[in-house]
């Protein structure tokens, strides 16, 4: 019997310990700062061609660092290169005809302008002839009205002049017609020429828009890097043909690495952007780095579809974002990291 109470008592001793420890440790973790884990992201750029074509040269390989411009891969540029060089006579061609419907056009004003001239010297003339007519007619009715006074041959030769007139009144007037007439055809001349100047324009145009298409294709069988990073994946070999849109390489960038983590909905009131971080990674479990929280989500994820009791709000979680410095660069995408904010608690 006395070994039973020793045992029981034992028994209680124990469990009363491991209870104790627990509330400790529940206790602890309770008062710890808020944090959750998470991996490390980086930037990954995919480099694709608007054009398909064959692999020509790999520049680089994977794991290489490489700096904004570097050529990473060039591929086989012959058709495109080709049509540049058709858009450019195209284009060369149609600002010649162009100049020459520019020309034309000046050369139908100019014409417009002198035919305007010549009608209106046309239409003066005959009406100085006309006025130089009536004057002559009126001196031959003042002469024959006074045939005492004047010879015979004087009166011939007055109708004469007066006649001669006329015939050269009448001749201008044709004149003056035949000037309005040019003048008309003339201006329609401008027209078409301006008609035909405004095509030319358009396609100039046309053809500088397909030149710069053509340049834009052309550009597009060299990849350069857009950014300092370090390259990730080289999918294709040189000789293989790809297609339009492909991935012919991938970089990844990690001046700037992130880490993703949630808060609970109890915890997430507690941090906001700009807050201190504290990130220790699997790879270096000695090592801590510092961070800075950049965004706190304003959607929760995993929500329950009806959230009625206290244990539905404790399941709603906020994802958290935390840019990571690493002068180092000792991180890598993928790698596993705990993330605490010092000075909050659960």
């Known amino acids: 019997m006395r070994r039973v109470v020793i045992a029981l008592a034992g028994f209680t001793i124990l469990l009363a310990t491991l209870i104790s420890l627990k509330v400790w440790l529940q206790a602890r973790a309770l008062a710890a700062p808020s944090g959750g884990s998470g991996q490390i992201e980086a ?17 680089v390989r994977e794991g290489q660092a490489v700096k904004a411009g570097d050529l990473l891969l060039r591929l086989d540029c012959a058709d495109p290169e080709a049509m540049l060089a058709e858009a450019e006579a195209r284009l060369a061609s149609a600002r010649a005809q162009a100049a020459a419907a520019e020309a034309q056009g000046k050369s139908a004003a100019r014409s417009t302008l002198a035919a305007r001239a010549g009608n209106e010297a046309a239409g003066a003339q005959a009406a100085s002839l006309a006025a130089q ?159 800075t929280v950049r965004t706190v989500s304003l959607e929760a994820e995993f929500t329950p579809r009806n959230i009625q009791t206290r244990t539905d709000r404790d399941r709603l979680v906020y994802p958290v974002e935390v840019t990571v410095r690493d002068p180092e660069h000792e991180l890598r995408a993928g790698m596993p990291v705990q993330v605490t904010i010092p000075g909050t608690g659960r």
């Not at 930037?43 to 520049?59: H, I, T, Y």
Request: charged share 20%; net charge neutral.
């Open 133 to 291: 007519r009536d004057a002559a007619e009126r001196q031959a009715r003042r002469i024959a009205s006074t045939p005492d006074s004047v010879t015979e041959a004087a009166v011939d030769q007055t109708q004469a002049a007066a006649e001669g007139l006329q015939h050269q009144a009448e001749a201008a007037r044709a004149m003056a017609v035949a000037s309005a007439a040019q003048a008309g055809a003339a201006e329609a001349g401008v027209g078409a020429a301006e008609a035909q100047a405004r095509a030319a324009a358009a396609q100039v145009k046309a053809a500088a828009a397909a030149v710069a298409r053509s340049r834009l294709l052309a550009g597009e069988c060299q990849l350069k890097a857009p950014r300092d990073a370090e390259v990730g994946k080289l999918p294709h070999e040189a000789g293989e043909l790809v297609s339009p849109g492909a991935v012919l390489v991938r970089l990844v960038d990690l001046s700037e690495p992130k880490a993703t983590f949630y808060l609970p909905n109890a915890e997430v009131g507690a941090v906001r952007p700009g807050a201190a971080a504290v990130v220790v990674a699997d790879a270096w479990p000695g090592k801590t780095f510092a961070g």
């Open 43 to 59: 930037v990954v750029v995919d480099l694709s061609s608007r054009v398909g074509a064959r692999v020509v040269e790999v520049k």
